[in-house]
């Protein structure tokens, strides 16, 4: 497979291809290795986010309420910040019912 990976990459550098007979082919794989290299940067990405947030929560876990009971601390912090996200992202409907208009 590595083989075909780099005769595809030099295929692609020098626009002809010695190691592989069929040229369709040789654009196809250089396709499927782009589209593979797509996702893995979408995956790897995802994941450096989801590391960020736990380990942004475990900080502030620790600033706030210290070592004692950490786990049962970082269930609290994250259903607070859960509670704040919902709150945040839902429309307030009273907030259109409450004003007066003023002359």
């Known amino acids: ?8 990459a ?4 020098e626009n002809f291809c010695p190691d592989i007979p069929d040229v369709l082919f040789a654009i196809d794989a250089c396709r499927k290795v782009a589209n593979i290299a797509g996702a893995m940067a979408l995956i790897r990405k995802l994941f450096w986010i989801a590391v960020f947030l736990i380990s942004t929560l ?4 620790l600033f706030e309420k210290g070592t004692n009971n950490f786990p049962e601390n970082f269930v609290k912090q994250a259903k607070d910040f859960r509670e704040f996200a919902e709150g945040y992202l ?3 409907a009273s907030k259109g ?7």
């Open 10 to 13: 030099v295929c692609a550098e």
């Open 90 to 92: 839902k429309p307030d």
């Open 58 to 61: 475990a900080f502030v876990v």
């Open 97 to 103: 019912k409450d004003k007066k208009a003023t002359p």
């Open 1 to 8: 497979m590595t083989e075909l990976v780099r005769s595809v």
